[in-house]
């Protein structure tokens, strides 16, 4: 959520928002906005996670990307432990400035099980349910 010691600028208008050129995430209750990480090099989409403010403007200042983890409620660098470091390449943020898509170079495995993505199941309808397909 914005706070006057937020780095960036106050939400606005609907029409600032979607039109101006400020860069006013909208976060959420928790303070978090969601963030699709895509690989820049073939488009692939390769992670989704959260960031706070602290995350943003770190991502923005270093270019080396950083998230908040819901789970362990903490920020968190990609890569500090597992070496599987993402680099920004460009952020660009939707329409109305609650989600940002982040464009980066990925070293080593983007999931935390060890695959390219982790997207890496495909869920198909059979027999009246829903099952789960792994794709390697």
Known sequence: M???STPFAPPGTRLDLEEGSSLSPRFNAD???T???VDHAGGGILMLAHMNAEALARTLETGEVWYFSRSRNELWRKGATS????RLVEMRVDCDQDAVLLR?????????????SCFYRRVEARNGGFVLVTED
């Open 35 to 37: 963030a699709i990480t």
């Open 2 to 4: 914005w706070t006057p």
């Open 104 to 116: 980066v170079e990925q070293v080593g495995p983007a999931c935390h099980t060890g695959r390219t």
């Open 31 to 33: 303070g978090l906005i």
């Open 83 to 86: 070496g599987h470091t993402q």
